[in-house]
């Protein structure tokens, strides 16, 4: 989610008028097209964000 939500806007701009859809497509062609080290930062920050999720989702347990 990370990387299409920096390169959405870039997808649309490049595509004038193409569907939600469309856009959809054309960023996982993208991510698809990605060498493994062009991936590890918006891995990294998917990761972090699992991490801090789990956390809140805890504790959010714990208060139940």
Not at 18 to 41: C, H, N, R
Request: proline share 3%; charged share 40%.
């Amino acid at each position: 989610m990370f990387f299409a939500n920096e390169n959405r806007d870039v997808v649309r701009a490049e595509n004038p008028g193409i569907s939600f859809g469309q856009v959809g497509k054309l960023l996982g062609e993208k991510w698809k097209a990605l060498e493994g080290d062009e991936k590890t930062p918006y891995e990294a920050k998917a990761a972090a964000d699992k991490k801090r999720y789990e956390k809140e989702k805890a504790e959010y347990a714990k208060r139940q």
